[in-house]
């Protein structure tokens, strides 16, 4: 069954450094997202990918934040200068048709 | 806001007892999702009822939607010990857009 990847599975980062999370998703999806979780809290959304461009994005996704489908397969998520406040499980997800959103694995983000 | 809130927040029960959890959400909805989660791993996708749809089945899962009163219940039948984990309901106004997610029902099923 098709599923949506994610690599690294643990990144440790120093603050203020630039962190890229890597995403695969569903090959036949047209619809992509990312979204957080912080330990112990709700799972929040972060930003959606449409047709190659942002659809819609929350507060948390300000200037630091940036999303790129790179190829026809890839869909990252960069956090050009970390803070410990990132510090989280970040999740990438994508939706077909029938608009279920599958998530990925997750990436647990540790800023020191 | 539009927020899926879950009742109860922990529920303990035994192996072949049935589970229920509640969701309760503040603004009109496309959909419904159910999602499990086991410690700190990934999110499962269980269920998506939609908002012109008032009860789905999946195996031993059962959710159902009543959009009047904003709410949807995931009712797991003969649970098992591997059912343990968090469960959420995530709500989306409309179809394809973000999912707004609860705080999730923590289910402890003992054997």
């Known amino acids: 069954e098709p599923e949506v990847t994610q690599t690294p599975s643990h990144q440790v980062t120093q603050m203020g450094q630039e962190v890229i999370l890597r995403c695969v998703p569903i090959?036949?999806?047209?619809?992509f997202y990312w979204y957080r979780q912080i330990l112990g809290q709700k799972v929040e959304f972060l930003v959606s990918?449409?047709?190659?461009?942002?659809?819609?994005k929350s507060e948390i996704f300000d200037d630091q934040f940036s999303v790129e489908r790179p190829d026809g397969s890839n869909f990252t998520l960069k956090i050009r200068s970390t803070k410990l406040e990132d510090s989280a499980m970040y999740f990438c997800?994508?939706?077909?048709?029938?608009?279920?959103?599958?998530f990925g694995p997750g990436t647990r983000l540790t800023v020191l | 806001s539009q927020q899926g809130e879950e009742d109860p927040q922990a529920l303990s029960i035994q192996e072949g007892e049935n589970a229920t959890m509640n969701c309760s959400y503040k603004?009109?909805?496309?959909?419904l999702q159910w999602y499990r989660q086991n410690s700190g791993r990934g999110l499962v996708h269980l269920i998506l009822?939609?908002?012109?749809?008032r009860e789905k089945h999946s195996g031993r899962l059962r959710v159902t939607l009543d959009t009047s009163k904003k709410s949807s219940s995931l009712l797991i039948t003969a649970s098992r010990a591997a059912d343990t984990a968090s469960y959420f309901c995530?709500?989306?106004?409309?179809?394809?857009?973000?999912?707004?997610f609860g705080k999730g029902t923590t289910l402890s099923v003992s054997s």
């Open positions: 997800a994508s939706g077909g048709a029938l608009n279920e959103q599958f």
């Open positions: 090959s036949n999806h047209l619809y």
């Open positions: 990918f449409y047709n190659n461009e942002i659809s819609e």
């Open positions: 603004t009109s909805i496309n959909n």
């Open positions: 009822i939609r908002s012109n749809e």
């Open positions: 995530a709500t989306a106004i409309i179809a394809g857009t973000a999912l707004i």
